[in-house]
Structure formats: C-alpha cells, structure tokens
C-alpha cells in the first residue's frame, strides 16, 4: 500500500493498482491524455440484409456508420466482413470502402467464385487503416459490384454484416 499525503484531507492509504471513481477528478482521464496507440473509441453497425446486383459499377449495399474523431492526428481503423455468393457461372464480386461518398480503397475485396453455376458462396473480409485529419464526422459505407455480367450478392445469410471503425489516438 502506498501513502497518500493530500493537504485537505490529510493522510490516507491508497492501493496499489487500484483506482476507484472516488480517487479520480471528473474527466482527469481524457482521449488526450491517453498515449499513442489507444484505442479511443469504437463504432460498429451490423444486419443481416441480402442485396443483389448484376451492375459492372460499385452500388451502395446500405451498411455504413459514422465516427467523429477526437484528433486530426486520430487514425480510423476499417473492417468488414460479410459473405458474397453468386448463382451465375464464371462471375464474381468486388468489394470496396466508402469515405464520404468517395472510393477509400482499391476494390482490393475481390472473391472470384468457380466457373459451375452452383450457388456458391464465401467470407468476405476488408481492413483498412484511414488517417483522416479531420475532428468532423465521417460516414464509411461498403459498396460492390458484379463482373463477368452475372448475379452476385452480399449476403447476410451465413452471419451477417458487420462494418466496425476504431479510432485510435495518433
């Protein structure tokens, strides 16, 4: 135990690794005050919706979040995860990031299926680290869309959809 020695309210014991509400001022721990590396907050969104396309262009598929960082110095850590299938032969899905309405990342989420038209299906998983340098809200969304002409969609069905955004402090 270690001794605390406070001019108003005297001397006291204060355990060692122990912090209660009652030995902290309100808000002495701020984002601010956390080192580089902290995760400061968390925001996810998550559904089970199916959505189909057979467009050559990215559409919205409707699961987006937003997170207003706490620094410009702040970076948002991105994952998705999802399932896509197809039930055309030799097609396939690309997956893709929105910031704000603009591509965030390549289309580097692409599942290509087997050339049968069995209904095949498989995990989707993006991972993105942004560095926005802004404290204004950001909206982040998933968009896809089909290639070789044929049907594919962002299924739920086999766990759901989930878009997660981390900020951690910079």
Known sequence: MALELNGTT???LVQDGVVTAADLASGAITSAALP???VLQVINNSNSSQISTTSGTFVETG????ITP???SSKIVLYFVSNARKT???TGAVFAIYKDGSQLTNGNGQLIFEADNSNNHGPMVLHQVD???TTDSITYDIRYYAFNGGTTYMSGNWGGNH???M????
């Open 10 to 12: 005297g001397v006291s």
């Open 36 to 38: 580089t590396g902290s």
């Open 63 to 66: 699961l987006s979040l937003s």
């Open 70 to 72: 706490s620094s410009t």
């Open 88 to 90: 055309t032969a030799n």
């Open 131 to 133: 560095s926005p340098a």
């Open 163 to 165: 878009l997660t955004a």
């Open 167 to 170: 900020e951690i402090a910079g």
